[in-house]
């Protein structure tokens, strides 16, 4: 993956711009941590914060889970590695949960810029909170965007995941609130032999455009 430089934020579809930083695990090349796997790069406002330390701490809750989805962790905010390391300490000594995942030192703001996570509107200092969906060719597949004093939702986090995923395997596409094991949506058809095709099938039909099946 080249190094993308650019102010633009990226847009669902770019491949996701590389970097190289300092994170509480280790220096990491990005297009290197990402290879092979989805990957989730989530930023929060700052260390020692309520609602980042509730939310950062749900995404350690459901590292396994993540895990069982051939999906890695990775964390941002605009502290210095020193500022992670004893925030990741503290969380551990209050409240038992441990962040393994690498957290990103973006002390210059380096990364926040290149991702867009930096928002004048809402902060000049601090990146919104931000979830990026890349995929293991390393294209942003979803974006989420939550100002800061609004905690993200792990479930719809899990549930989109969840959707891209099956969406690939089978070539389908998900419904209104789609969970794992709802009824997908067929493609609809592109030529007039498909569109009898699909009138003789035993799809679940509101009208030929609109086809469901269960995988």
Not at 69 to 98: C, F
Not at 205 to 214: C, E, G
Request: hydrophobic share 40%; with cysteine; net charge neutral.
């Amino acid at each position: 993956m080249e190094l993308i430089e650019t102010t633009q934020m990226p847009r669902i579809g770019d491949k996701a711009p590389d970097f190289e930083a300092m994170t509480t695990t280790g220096q990491i090349k990005f297009s290197e941590y990402i290879k092979d796997s989805w990957t989730l790069l989530f930023s929060h406002p700052a260390d020692f914060t309520p609602v980042c330390t509730t939310e950062m701490s749900g995404f350690a809750n459901e590292q396994k889970y993540f895990e069982s989805k051939n999906t890695k962790l990775i964390g941002l905010s605009i502290d210095s590695i020193h500022a992670h390391i004893a925030w990741v300490n503290n969380v551990r000594e209050k409240t038992g949960v441990y962040m393994r995942f690498p957290i990103i030192a973006d002390i210059d703001m380096k990364v926040a810029k290149l991702y867009g996570m930096l928002q004048p509107g809402e902060s000049e200092t601090a990146a919104v909170r931000a979830v990026f969906f890349i995929d293991p060719v390393g294209k942003i597949r979803l974006i989420m965007y939550y100002p800061l004093n609004v905690g993200r939702n792990m479930d719809e986090i899990k549930r989109a995941l969840e959707a891209l995923q099956t969406s690939d395997k089978y070539k389908v596409s998900m419904p209104l609130d789609w969970r794992p094991g709802d009824k997908v949506i067929a493609p609809p058809p592109k030529t007039v032999d498909a569109l009898d095709e699909r009138l003789a099938s035993k799809l679940e039909m509101v009208d030929f455009y609109l086809a469901k099946k269960s995988l």
